[in-house]
């Protein structure tokens, strides 16, 4: 198996936006998560495509809805997460992670790292005050 591939990590002042990308070889659904020093690893973000494969649904966390947003290009394989109205709060290593195979259902537990299959490398946020 091939791991996603993230990129458009970067510094950033507060308030200010990026934008992440992650390719990843095939997924089921995709999430995004994020991990400060001494901090335990963080659901942000996830993506899924609903069994009729015509609509997709997504799932965020509390600390960023609002302020992010996952999208997903299939053509291209690659989902996308903006994040706006960045907080110093915010900064950490950002990865993202693919799902191969439907859960039974789509909710919070799309925030737990075990229900995932292939990781990326992750790529650095910063965001400074």
């Known amino acids: 198996q091939v791991q996603p591939v993230e990129s458009g990590g970067g510094s950033v002042q507060a308030g200010g936006s990026l934008r992440l990308s992650c390719t990843a070889e095939?997924?089921?659904?995709m999430g995004w998560f994020r991990q400060a020093p001494g901090d335990e690893r963080e659901g942000v973000a996830a993506i899924y495509t609903r069994a009729d494969g015509t609509s997709s649904g997504t799932y965020y966390a509390d600390s960023v809805k609002g302020r992010f947003t996952i999208s997903q290009d299939k053509a291209k394989r690659t989902v996308y997460l903006e994040m706006n109205s960045l907080k110093p709060e915010d900064t950490a290593i950002y990865s993202c992670a693919a799902g191969l195979s439907a859960p039974l259902f789509y909710g919070s537990n799309l925030m737990n790292p075990s229900a995932y299959d292939l990781w990326g490398q992750g790529t650095q946020v910063t965001v400074s005050s």
């Open positions: 095939r997924y089921t659904y």
